[in-house]
């Protein structure tokens, strides 16, 4: 796996490990959670099982490429190309998946997601391409 790959996956290992943060560690503070992800905080209470679930969900998908890339670098160079583009297609599918919710609006205001569906893309859709297509 080339260099540009290894680089953006582990952009996005650090996009969606910046995602546990805000969502487990940081979610109460009212720049996050107002400022971020625009919830009230009088709706604090109800949100914050949805968010611990969700920033643990980040972390453990943070984890599929960092383990990829060692074993990549170990001498299981196919197991852990395997792990990282599955992870990084898990990864791009995710990020469609917000923006497209985001377009939808399902849950605030449209256009409130669509940095966060760019961040989670992005990265890894340019280190599948880079993989693929040896660029």
Request: aromatic share 10%.
């Amino acid at each position: 796996m080339n260099a540009v790959a290894q680089v953006f996956a582990g952009l996005a290992v650090l996009v969606h490990l910046l995602a546990f943060t805000w969502e487990v560690v940081l979610f109460e503070r009212p720049g996050v959670h107002e400022g971020i992800f625009r919830i009230p905080a009088a709706n604090l209470p109800a949100t914050r099982l949805w968010s611990f679930n969700v920033g643990f969900y980040n972390l453990f998908l943070a984890a599929g490429p960092v383990l990829g890339l060692v074993l990549l670098h170990t001498g299981h160079v196919e197991a852990g190309r395997t792990l990282v583009l599955y992870c990084c297609g898990f990864m791009l599918l995710a990020g469609i998946a917000l923006g497209v919710s985001d377009v939808l609006a399902l849950s605030r205001p449209r256009g409130a997601g669509r940095g966060g569906a760019l961040a989670q893309a992005v990265p890894p859709l340019i280190a599948l391409v880079a993989a693929l297509f040896q660029l």
